[in-house]
């Protein structure tokens, strides 16, 4: 989607982050509305990686989301000055999914998946 905008697309960014990066550190409410979409994020993700991979600790749970949160909120903030550094970092998210994947015990039975399709603009 990122990669999909112009370069002077009015509409790059996520107008919360791009508020929160000015306001938020001198507006309590906006900082509360910033850290609430954090936590709401992380909670998202950290479902959606339980579900990847079941067997995973609390705690790599844990660290995953964080830097796949961090990674989200980067790109979207980036997304406003370089797009194509916004699209390298959510690429980056992807190719770290990817080497999360758990693979089956008998994984030399399956074919091998090229990750180029996560690495083509507008994926």
Do not use: K
């Not at 989301?65 to 194509?84: E, G, H, N």
């Amino acid at each position: 989607m990122l990669a999909s905008l112009s370069v002077d697309a009015p509409s790059r960014g996520c107008l919360l982050l791009n508020s929160a990066a000015g306001f938020a550190a001198h507006d309590d409410t906006q900082r509360a509305v910033v850290n609430a979409y954090q936590r709401e994020l992380t909670r998202a993700l950290t479902h959606a990686l339980r579900a990847h991979d079941p067997e995973a600790s609390t705690a790599t749970l844990s660290h995953r989301a964080r830097l796949l949160t961090s990674l989200s909120v980067s790109a979207l903030l980036l997304s406003r000055v370089d797009r194509d550094e916004a699209v390298a970092v959510a690429n980056t998210a992807i190719e770290q999914l990817e080497e999360w994947n758990p693979l089956p015990a008998d994984a030399s039975a399956l074919p091998l998946q090229s990750s180029t399709s996560a690495n083509s603009p507008g994926e």
